[in-house]
């Protein structure tokens, strides 16, 4: 019951978070097809942070069905990456148009990187929760894809300075290895499917 | 309990969608009821948007009651549905002063097309997931309310430079067709519900 | 199930009405304790309308504990109240600092009045989808305070042109008797709580 | 079933709060660094608003898990917990750029002081409801951290005209000893647990 309560309010916050950037795409002025094109890059990045915050829910999703107890502890570390993902449709609303901009795109992969970050200590105070032999801790093995995100952020930030639209190919490329689903959380939940048969 | 999940994000997604609309309805600076005038379109959009949302949600609902597996490609698959519904209440903010012009009336059509062509790829998901023997392969059946709009949507689109009038009644036409409950999957349910009993 | 779903939503949406309304509610320019002075009458609205959306959460919490069954007509007429409902922001934005006009405090009183009609007809789609003899056509009764809002909300109208601050006065009256919880609902959930023993 | 929907109620509301503040945060219109400069005090507010709704919602969830009763009256007291909260990102959009001025600074101080007596109210009206002899009343005990926050709050309040740097200071420390999980209901949720093994 517990963890159903974490999993709605998590739900709640970022069903909020992935609608409220859409009040940054306001109609254009006028009433053509060509008035638009503004709107492309900030179209863009909606896209890219809608994805962001869809691949978190995803992965918070599978996180969550194989975890048996929560304690205060995750309960914050919860609260801590919700903080980061709230900030990500201010920095959306500051790269869309600034595309070519070190300052915005650095900024972004700072609000990338905080959220992986809090992720990962997310997992830390579930596996402390729910201990070495559980179903979670047999479910994360080592977390390859977690590490690597957080490795390209970093490198994307760094080169954010010099070439910011590499660091926004970065972030794409990231979203794109992510779009796979997570495939250590679906074997263990299929095990468990199928013991239930 | 996945199940449970996915249909709370939706519901929260929706539920946020349909009211950050109303938000795109300020109130008159004049005091007269002659002021609300200017207002009559932007109500008649928000009410076409309003029920087009709660005829995704009602369908959502009707759907997701005779599933009985989810999968990772169906958590996608929603959220692509939840990335086009996303986008009606720009794209309602955008035509509600515009009702005459092509533009605007097109692009709004090209939202309903995209809800309409994503809701048949989560159906198609759902049917991978679940199977050809499954309750919801019998409720399905031959899909042709879910045809005949993505049809409209389509004409509506190709019409909307010519006389944008007539999309907006297309539209309109749509939702009527849509405001009639899905029988196909309430005599599955009720079939459901008098075997429990 | 399918209770619990249409619950979930409504929650959603009332949740996000009752804190979109804030939004109205800029802080004042200046930094001293009178520059809020000009928030009263909004913040007074603001109250108002709060409690008329927590009168109708609390209604329907109880309305849908002693409701057995949905039907399509049910979620069709609740999501024309959750429309009646979503009107209340720009309504409240309207008449907050026009409490003297009597268009605004006249509009108000027709989305309170269309609010009181729509969850009447909720009741009638329910008590049809649950028959005669249902606990939910035991708990209603004859609905006097009900029909006693509704013909208060027409006479406020009616006097909305001539003296608007009556009518606001009136508004207040009928939040204040909804105020004390409906008896007749708590009435059958405590037999119920009371056989479980 | 009933307080599953005065939880999921309460998540929606705090979460569309804690994300609705997120609007304050608007993307700065240069593309420097130094450009979020005038930022940071609002991003401080912001972080402290967040913790602050984060707390309440801990104590919320910590709260309702001990309770086995709801009634009428603590429906009431918990909208109007909720009415408070609500209130937290207009005095954070107030305090926000005024750290330095004593109405922004007194006026959070008040918000803070009505939630936290809001609080306790809902407390009194879930031990009438649930009984002296309940889980509930045994994981309170005496609320020792509760009545030290109230007392803090005033004093702050009381401290505003004069250094209202000094009232934040207080503001921030009653933030960080409720950061510390409630131990109290963890011990009786613990005793649960380990009766259900």
């Known amino acids: 019951m517990s963890k159903n309560r974490l999993e709605d309010f998590t739900d709640a ?8 950037m859409v009040l940054n795409l306001r109609p254009p002025d006028g009433v053509h ?10 179209v863009s990045v909606y896209l890219l942070s809608f994805v962001f915050l869809g691949i978190y829910w995803n992965n918070h999703h599978h996180l969550l ?15 801590h990456l919700l903080l980061w993902l709230s900030l990500t449709p201010v920095a ?34 579930l596996l402390a929760a729910n201990g070495e032999g559980s179903r979670l801790a047999q479910a994360l093995g080592n977390d390859r894809k977690g ?7 970093v490198s994307a930030i760094a080169v954010s300075p010099f070439v910011p639209v590499l660091s926004v190919a970065v972030y794409v490329a990231v979203a794109a290895i992510w779009l796979i689903p997570d ?15």
Chains 1, 2, 3, 4 share one sequence.
Not at 147 to 153: E, K, R
């Open 13 to 20: 916050v970022i069903a909020v978070l992935i609608t409220i």
């Open 33 to 42: 097809v060509s008035d638009l094109r503004p709107l492309v890059p900030k």
């Open 65 to 79: 069905q194989v975890v048996d107890r929560i304690s205060g502890g995750v309960l914050w570390a919860n609260l």
């Open 92 to 125: 959306a609303a500051w790269m869309g148009p600034h595309l070519h901009d070190s300052a915005p795109v650095g900024v972004y992969g700072v609000v990338l990187l905080g959220s992986g970050v809090a992720f990962t200590i997310l997992t830390r105070a």
């Open 147 to 153: 590490t690597l995100s957080i490795a390209a952020y």
């Open 183 to 197: 495939r250590r959380m679906e074997r263990v939940i299929a095990v468990d499917v199928d013991e239930l048969d």
